[in-house]
Nanobody, 125 residues
């Protein structure tokens, strides 16, 4: 079993930056790809970014490219999401996910094996 705990959320102003962290625990966590999704009120959970077992492999939702950066520290079992130039539309609950697969299934939230409880990010004007 994999346990994921997010941190770093909060209330920021448009244009600010924020870094989310997700600490993973469990057996063989280094074998899991990790990533982030988000869900705004009334909307479906959407893919943000995912990263494989090495820092060299990552991909993003098209709308996040250039503003969001995903990274991981395997020694700390932690994945990060650096969010820059935040916009009002980035307001959502952000969820950390882990899955043994590292492929296009990451675009579909229902394909993920493990989830954190989520953390609120609110961007104000």
């Amino acid at each position: 079993q994999v346990h994921l705990v997010e941190s770093g959320g909060g209330v920021v102003q448009a244009g600010d930056s924020l870094r989310l962290s997700c600490v993973a625990s469990g057996r063989d966590i280094e074998d899991y790809a990790m990533g982030w999704f988000r869900q705004a009120p009334g909307l479906e959970r959407e893919f943000v970014a995912a990263i494989g077992w090495t820092a060299g492999g990552a991909f993003y939702a098209d709308s996040m490219k250039g503003r969001f950066t995903i990274s991981r520290d395997n020694a700390k079992n932690t994945v990060y999401l650096q969010m820059d130039n935040l916009e009002l539309g980035d307001t959502a609950v952000y969820y950390c996910a882990a899955d043994p697969k590292f492929d296009s299934s990451w675009f579909y939230y229902y394909a993920m094996d493990h989830w954190g409880k989520g953390i609120q990010v609110t961007v104000s004007s």
